[in-house]
């Protein structure tokens, strides 16, 4: 049967979903785990009923160690990992309030643009790409601003820079100001200890470390800023309740990522706030499972012997590592593209001849370095092995010279200096 006009109906020209079976080695997203898709095919369930009530706080409670708090608040924003980043800035934050920003890459100036669209006063201190901003500065920055709010990224993959976050909750105490950081690149893969470090709301995203899809993303917060965030709390008109009362603060300028609604509804009060993302928490459930399941530190050590073998690989066929080894996330390494060498051209046959992705770059890096990322279900040692493997071909292909070999068992070196390995 064909339409008006005489064309295929759109059924017959749109086949069923069948991606390539590409391993994905750029800076994320990654791919999930068998275990987190096989969660996410499981039956909806109503989102009050009790077993999905149930689900929710199994999520809560399996996610306060991931993230190394006791924060009651621990719970899930449903949106990638830049819904969280918003829901979490739009709520701590009222226009006019005055917040520091932790610059040293994309995500850096993603902060800041949130920020300024919440009409929040913004400043920086910042660090040239491929470094860090010293605790100093930013102490400097703080005494010198007296913010609200001090906001950071702890890895961003832009730069692939781990930002020093200990004594950063002191400083920020200290000065009167809560803190947020966005662990979207690193949760899962290097360890986030919010209590200890004394940050008051961290956010992250399955799509990276976590070895899930995107679509969820975890957060945490603290005593400190749930009291901010119940002081904004107006509760949309049409789902009132007589047991649930008005801050006298600024209403939070987001309905969708307004976190007093958000908190409220996964806690006992259950306020009809949004229909749950069910298929997403239940893989987000999954996520931390495995994680936990693995254990922390093992998961950590798995995470550092990827990288540490990416590295030296990378420095074994004679390339060049970019930015501050002392910073570098152990999940994502970015190497300098070869002079004479066309990156999208590498890049491509990666792609087409080996099925294997590995990332461009961003702003004053785009065109200068690619980035390879070994995490989640990806940080393996043979995953490892087979990228920097086809990276050699794809080279020597290209015409760049590369010592035959030589990448591969400096990997396999260096991932067996792990003990965990």
């Keep these: 049967m064909r339409d008006s006009e005489g064309s295929q109906p759109v059924l017959e020209q749109i086949g069923e979903i069948d991606p390539p079976q590409r391993l994905l080695m750029g800076p994320g997203p990654v791919n999930a785990h068998p275990r987190v898709l096989r969660a996410m095919s499981a039956d909806l369930l109503g989102q009050f009923d009790p077993e999905m009530t149930a689900y929710m706080n199994e999520v809560m409670a399996l996610y306060r160690p991931v993230f190394g708090t006791e924060n009651r608040w621990t719970f899930l924003v449903d949106g990638t990992a830049r819904a969280g980043i918003e829901a979490a800035l739009v709520s701590l934050v009222a226009p006019g309030e005055r917040v520091l920003v932790v610059n040293f890459g994309r995500f850096g100036l993603l902060l800041t643009e949130i920020l300024e669209r919440v009409g929040a006063v913004v400043e920086t201190v910042d660090a040239p790409w491929g470094e860090v901003v010293p605790l100093e500065a930013i102490a400097a920055a703080v005494e010198r601003f007296g913010p609200k709010v001090v906001a950071t990224v702890h890895g961003d993959t832009s730069t692939t820079m781990a930002q020093p976050l200990d004594g ?55 005593p400190a800023a749930a009291e901010r965030i119940f002081s904004r709390r107006h509760v949309e008109h049409g789902i009132r309740r007589d047991d649930i009362d008005d801050g006298l603060g600024v209403r939070i300028g987001s309905n969708y990522f307004d976190l007093a609604m958000i908190m409220d509804y996964w806690s006992e009060k259950r306020l009809n706030h949004h229909t749950e993302a069910t298929t997403m928490l239940y893989g987000a459930r999954e996520c931390a499972r495995v994680l936990l399941g693995e254990g922390l530190a093992a998961c950590y050590r ?13 420095r074994a066929m004679g390339l060049t590592v970019f930015g501050d080894d002392r910073y570098r996330m152990t999940n994502v390494t970015a190497l300098y593209i070869p ?56 080279l020597r292909a290209e015409g760049f010279t590369v010592p035959p070999g030589a990448g591969v068992a400096a990997a396999l070196a260096a991932w067996n200096e792990s003990p965990a390995a």
């Design 168 to 222: 950063l909750g002191d400083l920020c105490r200290r000065a009167g100001a809560l803190s947020y950081v966005d662990a979207t690149a690193t949760i899962g893969g290097m360890e986030i200890a919010a209590d200890r470090w004394g940050i008051d709301v961290v956010t992250g995203g399955l799509q990276k470390c976590l070895g899930g899809p995107s679509g969820s993303s975890p957060i945490t917060v603290s």
């Design 339 to 394: 002079d004479g060498i066309d990156g999208e051209a590498v890049r491509r046959r990666m792609r087409e001849d080996f099925e294997i992705e590995i990332g461009t770059a961003f702003g004053p890096l785009a065109g200068k370095v690619w980035r390879i990322g070994a995490m989640g279900y990806n940080a393996r040692k043979h995953k490892v092995l087979i990228t920097l493997g086809a990276l050699e071909a794809v």
């Design 302 to 314: 798995r995470h550092a012997a990827a990288g540490r073998a990416v590295a030296a690989g990378i």
